[in-house]
């Protein structure tokens, strides 16, 4: 039986087990078969407060671990596999196998990237098809290669991948992209980057790897094929909540409601993190939420004398 347990190791997990074993509630973190969330397959962050000259994803994740595990966070490696929150304690089943109890529950399990939902997508993932630049870019070299998306992660690819790609074309559906100034002028000025305005991906051709991809033109309703060796898809993210659905209140996306800071609709449950956030999705505001999700959940603790 723990007081606390937080579901995720992205930035909201590890800064709520940060105030969370600095309050001496002696957090149980279990984060998953692939730890360090989504920074850990992206490259340089230049926003992240306190690095002046710009930190790699996954060395700033390496560190908020280390300093979750210097106040006496406990880690788990596991999937959770099934949450019961009807009653407390709250009982979590990890990898279909044990079970471990807890008081309290911090949820920051993230958001995953969002598929084109073609037929041939998933066949040809990790043949060509990639959601990761970071991870897959650098079997590109030389290459011709398609980003998907309009938005910051479009771009922050599209730029990654010159690195090693020939060319890079950012087929986005409208005429107009929803990335930051920033991200939008870096792209632009890339010689290797061109754009594929109102259009959207049909189909993705070849057999055992990617050979090109058939383009729509949302404008004149044409079609055209674009040859190319890999795709990397980055139209955005869904909400990973699907553990959580018909015990906790969500939107229509599948993002949890909070109210006054980071509850739920149970009482001791909170969230933190993309896994709660429609509008700002950044590894900062990720953090912020899970530093308030701790301090509720101590609180709470406190206030149901369930502190072991
Ligand atoms: P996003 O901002 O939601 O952008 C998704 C893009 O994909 C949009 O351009 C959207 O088109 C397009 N799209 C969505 N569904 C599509 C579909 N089915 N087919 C074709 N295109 C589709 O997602 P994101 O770029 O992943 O960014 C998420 C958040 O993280 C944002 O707040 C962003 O600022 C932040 N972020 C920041 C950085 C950074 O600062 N370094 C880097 C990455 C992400 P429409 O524009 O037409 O809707």
Known sequence: MHNLVIIGSGPAGLTAAIYAARANLSPLLIE???????????????????????IMGPELMKEMRGQAARFGTEFLTGDVSAVDLARRPFRLTIDGEHTVETAALILATGASAIPLGLPNERRLTGHGVSTCAT????????????????GDSALEEATFLTKFARTVTVVHRRDKLRASKI???????????????????????GTDLVIGARLKNLVTGTSSELACDGIFVAIGHRPNTDLFKGQLAMDEKGY????????????????????QDTKYRQAITAAG???????????FLESTLHHL
């Open 32 to 54: 998953g078969w692939q730890s360090g969330g989504q920074l850990t397959t992206t490259t340089e962050v230049e926003n992240y407060p306190g690095f002046s000259k710009g």
């Open 135 to 150: 991870c897959d870019g650098y079997f590109f070299r030389g290459k011709e290669l398609v980003v998907v998306g309009g």
């Open 183 to 205: 991200m939008q002028d870096r792209a632009m000025k890339n010689e290797k980057i061109s754009f594929a305005w109102n259009s959207v991906v049909e189909d993705i051709l």
């Open 256 to 275: 949890i409601l909070t109210s006054q800071g980071t509850a739920t609709s149970v009482a001791g449950v909170f969230a933190a993190g993309d896994v």
């Open 289 to 299: 939420s899970g530093c308030m999700a701790a301090i509720d959940a101590e609180r």
